[in-house]
């Protein structure tokens, strides 16, 4: 709206000749509808963004100032960033404070009068109909003690039919989340992909068309045009019993601004399967998030056949359940992914019936301890952001880039860590501009800027109201700090400095965080940054370490993975694992080691490098680029030379594929297995000739192109 604007007073338009359309998906029968339709523009939405505009710079252009001087140069604060960096300050601060408590569990493991004797285990619940919590061994053993010698018969067993309802339809930010969760993509990268599917990509057939909704929206509303397509679509291809009886619709939040509809495919009967051969592959992927997403949201629930049993011993009383798909409804389609995805896997039972005594093997117990609350995620600060009132659509993914950026914030696989950095800038917006760094004051703003759009408040009296009291904090802060400049403690680390034994600390440089010895200048070392990886070492159990290395050839940089004991003083302990492929949280289900998967953006299917396991992947099978010599290994010192060759002829690849057009995609890979294929025939000379034919043109950059798809480089890594 306010660009509307800015064009018409630009432009000199009088009021009566300008006239604004506006769409909500880019292809032709929309478009055409919306230039039939042409409105006024509307002051409100203007006012309200020059509010929202200049009440970011009052906070931004004032207070980064004042961190430059007291803290250090390249410092920022908003009204939205601080109150971010506040949040996964104060998680990070429960975490620490956090007591854990131990509780204990108890499974009595036991069988029914069926042929099979199919074995399943109960769960204990309480005593005398009171639910009870067992916080000690010694009322585990005292429970076991009373029941070992009673008989464990069936008390009650409940039948229901349960059933779950679809996610609705994707916003803003229940997409990044979900392209987090499943993707793997950052919100920026998921805003980026989400506007060239809405600007439009070329379809064969159709031109270039728009394949989603617009992407910035809080709103769940559906058109009722979409819909009707929807319900034709999912009884044609999936039947009448998978659509509702009525359409679903979703009511967004009070809070919603509700200006779009939610994000939805422009037309639903173009199936990721039909665009596969158009898009790229992150398109792909996010669009075929979008469609099922939108799809599902309007089939029918699914039903679960919900099994309860409660068995009795003596006072005491047991409880297991179980569940099974009845009918799959619309996770035939979708099912939405979750942050903690660890679920207890329930066993099937056997036809158990009321008064039914049942034999008892032996019992389970387990000693657990309560966890502290995660740290958040991509996906789970922009859930909390919404549900605090902070931020709007638009600025969710700038907000999480920008404290990252700052390095108030760090990634440590994909949970978002707190730095020092970040802990004294926060602290000093708490101490000094309490109202800014406040999450009620901030979500209150928000409510006014709200107010200002529907007309409500004048945006003037909402910046006066403002700047009064932040001119103040701010003359006062300044005053307070006077003289004074605020020092940012080291974080040490565990590493020790092989030249002098200091704990080297994490310092900032213009390339990122490195480890240097805090003895300069008299000691002048430094190494890169070592990340702790979820999993264990395969050979000794050690912790996996992500390393970086330097290549001395071409000096780049690149990404290893390596046991913890891989430089270990003492040659007992030494491992020599190391590995391009990253480490995951899971283990394999068959032999309970770590999974790797294989380095680069996007989802890759974890896989197991255990030889000894059934489940195990071979080399060949795991989607790498053909080695050009056999037996390398990435080394902890100088990186192999494989690495090196990748990463000198990285520009080389990069002029390469900024010459392709989207057109000319699919010949340009048929184009570059064929050179892979005659290259390889030509491995023994091709040494050789890879430092005359760097000499030559550009022209002959395909070659090395070619050469770059046998190795594994330096950034897949």
């Known amino acids: 709206e306010a660009i509307s604007w800015h064009l018409k007073q630009l432009l000199n338009l009088p009021d009566e000749k300008t006239r604004r359309v506006t769409f909500n998906e880019i292809t032709k029968k929309v478009v055409q509808e919306s230039i039939q339709a042409p409105r006024n523009i509307d002051q409100d939405l203007v006012d309200a963004q020059q509010a929202r505009r200049i009440l970011d710079r009052i906070v931004g252009y004032e207070l980064s100032p004042l961190l430059w001087k007291k803290i250090r140069r390249g410092l920022s604060a908003g009204r939205v960033q601080s109150v971010a960096t506040r949040m996964v300050d104060d998680r990070e601060r429960e975490i620490e404070a956090f007591q854990p408590e131990e509780y204990w569990t108890l499974d009595a493991n036991l069988t029914g009068s069926d042929v099979k004797k199919l074995p399943f285990a109960a769960r204990y619940h309480g005593k005398n109909g009171k639910k009870a919590e067992l916080k000690s061994e010694a009322e585990v053993d005292a429970v076991v003690h009373e029941t070992e010698n009673l008989p464990f018969t069936v008390k009650s067993v409940k039948r229901t039919d349960k059933q779950r309802s679809p996610s609705p339809p994707f916003t803003t930010s229940t997409m990044q989340q979900e392209a987090s969760r499943k993707l793997s993509m950052t919100p920026r990268r998921t805003m980026a992909i989400a506007q060239q599917l809405y600007e439009g990509v070329d379809i064969e057939g159709e031109g270039t068309v728009g394949l989603i909704t617009y992407m910035r929206t809080d709103s769940l509303r559906i058109s009722e045009e979409a819909m009707a397509a929807a319900k034709e679509f999912i009884i044609g291809r999936y039947g009448k019993e998978y659509y509702p009886a009525r359409p679903n619709h979703y009511k967004a939040k009070a809070s919603a601004q509700d200006a779009h509809e939610a994000i939805r495919p422009s037309n639903v009967n173009w199936t990721p399967e039909m665009l596969k051969k158009d898009l790229t592959g992150e398109q792909y992927r996010l669009y075929r998030l979008v469609w099922s997403r939108f799809v599902a949201c309007q089939m029918a629930n699914a039903v679960y056949d919900s099994v309860s049993v409660e068995i009795e011993a003596g006072e005491h009383s047991f409880r297991t359940s179980s569940s099974s798909l009845k009918f799959s409804g619309y996770t035939a389609v979708y099912e939405e992914g979750r942050d903690e995805e660890k ?130 904090d701010l003359k006062q802060a300044e005053k307070d700090l006077e003289g004074t400049r605020i020092k940012v403690p080291d974080e040490v680390s565990e590493e020790i400095c092989p030249e002098c034994g200091r704990n080297l600390v994490v310092k900032s440089g213009r390339f990122g965080r490195f480890l240097a010895c805090p003895g300069y200048p008299e000691c002048s070392f430094t190494m890169p940054l070592v990340v702790e990886m979820p999993g264990r070492c395969p050979k000794c159990g050690g912790r996996i ?173």
Not at 390 to 413: F, H, M, N, Q, W
Not at 621 to 635: H, Q, V
Request: glycine share 6%.
């Open 343 to 472: 679920e207890e896997k329930e066993s099937p039972l056997p036809a158990l019936k009321e008064g039914e005594v049942l034999g008892l093997k032996d019992f389970s117990r387990d000693q657990h301890f309560t966890q502290p609350p995660a740290h958040y995620t991509d996906a789970t600060l922009i859930r909390a952001m919404e549900e605090q009132g902070i931020g709007r659509p638009s600025t969710y993914a700038p907000t999480v880039s920008t404290i990252l950026d700052r390095e108030y914030v760090i990634k440590e696989g994909k949970y978002l860590r707190i730095t020092n950095l970040g802990r004294v800038v926060t602290a000093l917006m708490k101490e000094k501009f309490s109202d800014i760094a406040d999450l009620q004051f901030t979500a209150h703003m928000e409510q006014k800027l709200d107010s200002v759009e529907e007309g409500t408040t004048a945006w003037k009296d909402v910046l006066r109201e403002f700047y009064g009291d932040f001119d103040r």
């Open 545 to 717: 370490m992500k390393r970086t290395g330097t290549s001395k050839k071409t000096n780049k940089q690149y990404t290893y993975y390596c046991c913890e004991h891989v430089n270990s003083k003492d040659e007992a302990n030494r491992c020599d694992f190391m590995t391009w492929d990253v480490p995951v949280k899971d283990d394999c289900p068959v032999c309970g080691q770590t999974m790797f998967k294989k380095a680069g953006r996007g989802f890759k299917k974890p896989f197991c490098i255990n030889p000894n396991c059934s489940n195990f992947l071979p080399e060949d099978k795991r989607g790498y680029p053909r080695k050009k010599a056999e037996g390398e290994e990435p080394a902890a010192e100088d990186g192999s030379k494989e690495q090196e060759t990748g990463a000198e002829e990285k520009p080389a690849a990069k002029k390469t594929a900024a010459k392709k057009t989207p057109a000319k995609k699919s010949t340009a890979k048929t184009a570059a297995k064929k050179t892979t294929a005659k290259s390889t025939a030509k491995k023994s000379t091709a040494k050789t000739a890879e430092k005359p034919a760097a000499k030559k043109t550009a022209s002959k950059s395909a070659g090395k192109k070619s050469k770059k798809t046998e190795e594994p480089a330096a950034e897949e890594a």
